[in-house]
């Protein structure tokens, strides 16, 4: 019992650490550069389901909040969190719990496939509202601008964290760090 525990914190961790060195890389193309965050965020779902890897999404947050910069650009602080790409940031929280909620519950690619949509949309919209508010543009204005632009890369990215998803998660469980609570 506590040796899984000590893995379950492991993994968690070890997806945080991937999302802190990932994250801060980008490519800038309009107000919101293209960034590995959402794949990370995929991947951490993927491997280590909804609760775990929504955990591990959350200590990215806090981190970056703290002031460490973690976040695409090699930002970090509160101002980042609160600034117009904030919501952005804080819908990768319900990215993650959609997406792992869908991952966990189904084998069927095309159900996860769904699944991670879905939380991509939740996250545009959440973070689109957001700019809208924080920068006082019209929402139309916003999708356009910072999200729009993005469908086609985050499809992808979503392809590629099923790819490589699917495997991380048959080596995790067999390593006995999927918790009861999350198999299917």
């Not at 090699?74 to 993650?96: D, E, N, Q, Y």
Request: with cysteine.
């Amino acid at each position: 019992m506590e040796k899984n525990h000590v893995r379950n914190m492991a993994a968690v961790a070890a997806m945080t650490a991937l999302m802190c060195v990932l994250g801060p890389l980008s490519v800038p193309v309009g107000p919101i550069p293209f960034s590995f965050q959402v794949f990370v965020v995929y991947l951490s779902v993927y491997a280590l389901g909804a609760r775990r890897g929504t955990l591990a999404v959350v200590l990215y947050l806090l981190i970056g909040f703290v002031g460490l910069p973690v976040f695409s650009g090699f930002a970090g602080g509160a101002g980042k969190l609160l600034g117009p790409t904030g919501g952005f940031l804080v819908g990768f929280i319900p990215l993650a719990a959609i997406s792992g909620w869908f991952i966990d519950r189904s084998e069927r690619v095309a159900a996860q496939f769904a699944g991670m949509l879905l939380g991509l949309a939740v996250l545009y919209l959440f973070g689109a509202a957001w700019l809208s508010k924080v920068a006082n543009l019209g929402f139309d204005r916003c999708m356009a601008a910072a999200v729009y632009p993005f469908i086609p890369v985050d499809a992808l990215k979503i392809v590629l964290a099923i790819l490589l998803g699917r495997g991380l998660r048959r080596r995790l469980r067999a390593a006995g760090t999927e918790e009861k609570s999350e198999e299917r």
